[in-house]
C-alpha cells in the first residue's frame, strides 16, 4: 500500500482509536504561519478523537488556535475552529487563469490590498498619512475585526477557570525581551492574545499594563523550549505542530530563496530545543549513574553535591508534525487565505494527524519513565526517513 493510501485509510478510521495513557500529561505545541494554521486546526480535529490536550502553548496564528481550543469546551472546538477559518477564507478570490499558482498569488494579493475577513483590514488612510507615534503610523492594517471575532468566538472565563492551561508568548517592544503569558499564573484575556499575533510592520503592537507587545514570532516561532522549561509532575506527551520545514531544497531561483529564506526564519530552531532538551537529560542521567558509584565520603564534594542537582526530568515524549508545502505553494503561502488552501491546509493536519496516531511504531511504544524520544511518523518515505528519530532514556 502507498503511503498516501496508509494516510487515507487512517484518516476514515473511526474514533474508536487508542488513547495516550493518562497518566502522561499531553500538550499541544503549536508554531505561528499565518494561513497555514488551518493545518493546526485539522490536527487538533483528529487528536480530539482520542483525547484532549491537558495544556495548549502557541505562538502568532498558533496563539490564536490555542485560544479558540482552551476557550471552548471540547464538544464545541472544532466547530468554532471551522467558523474562525471559514470567516478569514471567506473572501471571493480574484478572476484568474492558469496554473493553482496563479491563484494562490492572486488570493495573496487580494490579502495584501483588502485584508482577510474577520482578521485585519487595511488603514484608510495609509501610515504615511496617520498622526505620528498612533498605533495607524506604524502599522499597515488594522486589527479591530480580530478582536471582534476573538471576543465572540473565545470564552476568556473557561481560559481563566483553569480547565486547560494556555500558554502564549510575544516580544516587548520596548525591552526587546520574550515574555510569556500563562493562564497557570495570570488572568488571560483578549489583548493577549492580539499581541502574540502583531507581527510588524504589518499589525500594531498591543498595549499590556503599560507595554506594548509584538508577535513572538520575532524571536522564536514555536513555544517548545517554554514548556520543556516548565517543571513537570508526571509523563508528559508533546505535540509539536510546525507549519514551516526546517529541511528543504537549495533554491534556483529568486522567489525559491524568498520561500526558503522564510522557512528557515520561523521553523525556529524546534529541532534544536530537543536536541538541547536530550542533552541536558543524559547529562543528568550520566551524573546520576556517576554519584551512585561514588563513595560516601565523596557524594558530600562540593562537586558531587553540584552534579546531584542535574536531576533528570520526567520522560517526555515528542510527537513531531510538520506542515509540508506543496509545489504550488510559494513565499506567500502565510498570507494566502483561499478558502481551497484552507480545507487543503486542514486536511493535511487532520490526516497526518491520524496516519501518526495508527503508526505501529506509535502504537507499540513502550512506557519511558526518564529521557525524550521524538517521534516524526509523517515523512513521505520515498523522499525521507520515517521514524522515531531521536532518543535517550536511562541505562543501567
Known sequence: MSTRSRRAAATARTAT??????????????????????YQAGVLEALGRHGQPDWVAGISIGAINAALIAGNPPSRRVERLREFWGLVSSAQALPFLGPRETLNNAS???????????????????????????????????TEP?????????????????EMRLSVGAVNVRSGNFEYFDSARQRIDVRHIMANGALPPGFAPVEIDGEHYWDGG???NT????????????????????????????????????????????????????????????????AARLLDKLPAALRRDPDARALAGLR???????????YRSKRYENQTR????????????????????????????????????????????????DTASSSLVQTTESTP
Open 17 to 38: 482509536g487508542p488513547e495516550w495513557p493518562r497518566d502522561e500529561e499531553c500538550i499541544l505545541v503549536l508554531q505561528g504561519g499565518g494561513a497555514l494554521g488551518a
Open 108 to 142: 495573496a494579493s487580494q490579502a495584501i490590498w483588502f485584508g482577510a475577513p474577520g482578521f485585519f483590514k487595511p488603514r484608510v488612510p495609509p501610515p504615511a498619512f496617520q498622526a505620528p507615534g498612533t498605533p495607524a503610523a506604524i502599522s499597515f492594517y488594522d
Open 146 to 162: 480580530l478582536r471582534q471575532t476573538l471576543e465572540r468566538l473565545v470564552d476568556f472565563d473557561r481560559i481563566n477557570t483553569g
Open 218 to 220: 520575532l524571536v522564536s
Open 223 to 286: 513555544p517548545l523550549q517554554y514548556v520543556l522549561d516548565q517543571p513537570a509532575r508526571r509523563a508528559r506527551l508533546v505535540f509539536q505542530v510546525d507549519l514551516f520545514a526546517a529541511a528543504g531544497a537549495v533554491p534556483t531561483n529568486l522567489a525559491e530563496v524568498a520561500a526558503r529564506e522564510k522557512e528557515i526564519r520561523f521553523s525556529s530552531r524546534t529541532r534544536l530545543n530537543t536536541t538541547n532538551e536530550l542533552d541536558r537529560q543524559a547529562i543528568a542521567q550520566a
Open 312 to 322: 533528570a526530568g520526567k520522560a517526555v515524549d515528542v510527537v513531531h508534525l510538520i
Open 334 to 381: 502565510d498570507y494566502e487565505f483561499s478558502r481551497l488552501s484552507m480545507q487543503e491546509h486542514w486536511n493535511n493536519g487532520r490526516t497526518d494527524m491520524a496516519h501518526t496516531l495508527h503508526d505501529p511504531r506509535w502504537l507499540h511504544r513502550a512506557p519511558a519513565h526518564t529521557g525524550v524520544r521524538v517521534y516524526d511518523l509523517t515523512a513521505d518515505t
